[in-house]
Nanobody, 128 residues
Framework: QVQLVESGGGLVQAGGSLRLSCAAS????????MGWFRQAPGKEREFVAGISWTGGSTYYADSVKGRFTISRDNAKNTVYLRMNGLKPEDTAVYYC?????????????????????WGQGTQVTVSS
């Protein structure tokens, strides 16, 4: 089992920045590929960013490319999502997710159903 706990959400003005953190426990963090997803009211959960278990590959949704950065610190068992240039449309609950790392992660990173473990979510609200 893997436990994931997100933090760092909050209220920010458009153009501002936030850094989300997701602390993992229960399994060797360095063996997990990690993703960030978000869900706005009335919408489906959507992929935001992913990072492979090696940290060598990162993936982003087109809507956040160039503004958001995913990273990981294996020594701290934590994955981060740095969000710059926030827009009102970024408002959502942000979820951290984990899946056992494999060479096929590049095929599945964007699909919520491919992740085995989820955090409880953290709210991000961007005011205009």
């Amino acid at each position: 089992q893997v436990q994931l706990v997100e933090s760092g959400g909050g209220l920010v003005q458009a153009g501002g920045s936030l850094r989300l953190s997701c602390a993992a426990s229960g399994r060797t963090f360095s063996s997990l590929s990690m993703g960030w997803f978000r869900q706005a009211p009335g919408k489906e959960r959507e992929f935001v960013a992913g990072i492979s278990w090696t940290g060598g590959s990162t993936y982003y949704a087109d809507s956040v490319k160039g503004r958001f950065t995913i990273s990981r610190d294996n020594a701290k068992n934590t994955v981060y999502l740095r969000m710059n240039g926030l827009k009102p449309e970024d408002t959502a609950v942000y979820y951290c997710a984990a899946v056992q790392g494999s060479s096929s992660y590049y095929r599945v990173y964007a699909y919520p159903g491919r992740y085995d473990y989820w955090g409880q979510g953290t709210q991000v609200t961007v005011s205009s």
